[in-house]
């Protein structure tokens, strides 16, 4: 049997909901959404830069592209159905596909890759929603 090659990818994406050039749109909520302290019911799409530091204006490496919604009603829990696609360096042109909170697809040179994958929110503005999540 083939030795499983081992990779470790670590990147941050910037999930930006204001200004004028936002990477997340709401594209749905409901009448329980203003009731929830954790927003239970929205859906937001997302755009958002992959770069190597926290920084926005750190090297880019590619694209976090995909939904997340708010889908806990009692403590903040997301539901997230991402690509990150890789547009520079070693894994340019390919694919990570993250379902749920830790599971993952791929393409690519990640191509029937498993594994999984450490969200921690690096900064978050409670009254722009502006998050920089660290992916590990």
Do not use: C, W
Request: charged share 25%; net charge neutral.
């Amino acid at each position: 049997m083939k030795k499983e090659k081992l990779t470790h990818l670590h990147f941050y994406f910037h999930d930006i909901l204001s200004g004028r050039n936002p990477t997340v749109v709401r594209v749905a909520e409901s009448p329980l959404t203003n009731r929830s302290l954790t927003e239970f019911d929205i859906v937001n799409m997302a755009d958002d830069l992959l770069t190597v530091g926290p920084e926005r204006g750190s090297k880019a490496v590619g694209r976090a592209q995909g939904i997340y919604a708010s889908a806990d009603m009692n403590e903040v829990g997301l539901l997230m159905v991402m690509n990150f696609a890789f547009k520079e360096g070693k894994y340019n042109g390919s694919t990570l596909s993250l379902l749920g909170r830790n599971a993952v697809l791929s393409g690519g040179v990640f191509r029937l890759a498993r594994g999984y994958a450490e969200a921690r929110t690096h900064q978050f503005d409670y009254r722009t929603g502006d998050a920089v999540v660290e992916y590990n």
